[in-house]
């Protein structure tokens, strides 16, 4: 074995912290727990011996964004073996994949002596991870003609993110469900023609798609 891929199905006593730390969108990660390896190396007869460096990759979590820094460490935690062997941890490293998968790489040594074997069950590991999530963020401007209406007290729109869930059954209406709200800017009256405000980031939940919905509320006056 050269490299092998394991999941949370591989895992037992598989733990996680979350904290969030005092930087917009940026959390520290924590992660423990025993990955289930069971790497089995066996010298031929007369061989002088064998000896591998297989890698273990260990999905710990999806997480859309920037890994900022992290701390890892890993230990063999049940080996079981001939009477000539060798385990040891080599490497360790942690990455976030452009797929959002959080991924601990640890590097072993292997080695069987002779006509032994090595068998490594299980080994711990425990990760420290600071992150930058991808937060959805939707922004834009509402325009329209000086000759329709002027702006009144603000808010003047109702911004919202919203979920289009689709019906549950033929014949039945689907639903509009308002997932996060918006904050306006400034009125700017600089145009001749047109007013502008901004609305900017929503505080909308992470990773969902939504679209933007702009309201008129009754808040304009003026000419019509």
Same mark, same amino acid.
């Given at each position: &074995?050269?490299?092998?891929?394991?999941?949370?199905?591989?895992?037992?006593? &598989?733990?996680?912290?979350?904290?969030?730390?005092?930087?917009?969108?940026?959390?520290?990660?924590?992660?423990?727990?025993?990955?289930?390896?069971?790497?089995?190396?066996?010298?031929?007869?007369?061989?002088?011996?064998?000896?591998?460096?297989?890698?273990?990759?260990?999905?710990?979590?999806?997480?859309?964004?920037?890994?900022?820094?992290?701390?890892?460490?890993?230990?063999?935690?049940?080996?079981?073996? %001939?009477?000539?062997?060798?385990?040891?941890?080599?490497?360790?490293?942690?990455?976030?994949?452009?797929?959002?998968?959080?991924?601990?790489?640890?590097?072993?040594?292997?080695?069987?002596?002779?006509?032994?074997?090595?068998?490594?069950?299980?080994?711990?590991?425990?990760?420290?991870?600071?992150?930058?999530?991808?937060?959805?963020?939707?922004?834009?401007?509402?325009?329209?003609?000086?000759?329709?209406?002027?702006?009144?007290?603000?808010?003047?729109?109702?911004?919202?993110?919203?979920?289009?869930?689709?019906?549950?059954?033929?014949?039945?209406? %689907?639903?509009?469900?308002?997932?996060?709200?918006?904050?306006?800017?400034?009125?700017?009256?600089?145009?001749?023609?047109?007013?502008?405000?901004?609305?900017?980031?929503?505080?909308?939940?992470?990773?969902?798609?939504?679209?933007?919905?702009?309201?008129?509320?009754?808040?304009?006056?003026?000419?019509?």
């Amino acid at each position: &074995m050269t490299s092998v891929w394991l999941d949370g199905s591989n895992i037992s006593s &598989m733990q996680k912290l979350s904290v969030l730390t005092g930087e917009a969108d940026t959390w520290l990660f924590i992660y423990s727990g025993l990955a289930k390896v069971q790497e089995y190396d066996q010298a031929g007869l007369w061989s002088g011996g064998r000896s591998s460096n297989p890698t273990v990759n260990i999905k710990l979590d999806t997480l859309p964004g920037v890994l900022l820094e992290y701390a890892c460490t890993a230990s063999l935690a049940n080996i079981t073996g %001939g009477s000539v062997g060798q385990w040891a941890i080599e490497s360790d490293s942690l990455t976030l994949q452009d797929n959002g998968d959080l991924v601990l790489a640890t590097t072993l040594r292997v080695f069987a002596g002779d006509s032994s074997w090595e068998e490594l069950d299980t080994y711990s590991y425990y990760v420290s991870a600071k992150i930058r999530l991808d937060s959805a963020k939707i922004s834009g401007t509402v325009r329209w003609r000086k000759a329709v209406a002027q702006p009144a007290s603000p808010p003047l729109f109702a911004v919202t993110a919203n979920s289009e869930i689709p019906p549950s059954s033929p014949g039945s209406f %689907g639903t509009s469900r308002v997932e996060a709200t918006g904050v306006e800017g400034p009125v700017d009256s600089s145009d001749p023609n047109y007013y502008y405000e901004d609305y900017r980031k929503l505080n909308s939940k992470k990773y969902r798609p939504m679209a933007a919905r702009k309201d008129s509320r009754n808040v304009l006056s003026g000419r019509r």
